[in-house]
């Protein structure tokens, strides 16, 4: 059930401390970590510690966690230094965007230069 923790989402037990991860940042609503497979020098995961397959399913459910996901995206970038000559927010929606982890999460994605339109 959306909301609920899923046995399976490895999202989910790392929210849970059952998985480990390298924690920059947690507050009463979130959780952010370093990508495992970093695509950029600042690649940080933003997930809301409630489970929600996507961003859309997210925002619907709990606009409030919404907005904390994308706030703490701000501080990551602010506290790895890549806030001041720019850096990416992107939350990836189904398996043909590159959704693999089915646990809403923005990616915060700076420290180099990014092309445009995206790939």
Not at 62 to 85: F, W, Y
Not at 86 to 99: D, E, K, P
């Amino acid at each position: 059930m959306a909301g609920e923790r899923q046995d399976d989402c490895l999202f989910c037990k790392i929210v849970a401390g059952e998985v480990p991860a390298d924690v920059v940042r947690e507050t009463g609503t979130t959780l952010a970590f370093r990508d495992i497979n970093p695509q950029a020098p600042t690649h940080v995961l933003v997930v809301p510690k409630v489970h929600y397959r996507d961003a859309p399913s997210l925002a619907a459910a709990d606009p409030q966690v919404t907005a904390d996901v994308l706030r703490e995206a701000g501080e990551v970038a602010a506290e790895d230094k890549v806030d001041g000559t720019g850096y990416r927010i992107v939350f990836n929606t189904g398996s043909g965007a590159g959704q693999t982890v089915w646990h809403a999460h923005a990616h915060v994605l700076g420290g180099r230069g990014f092309n445009w339109p995206p790939g």
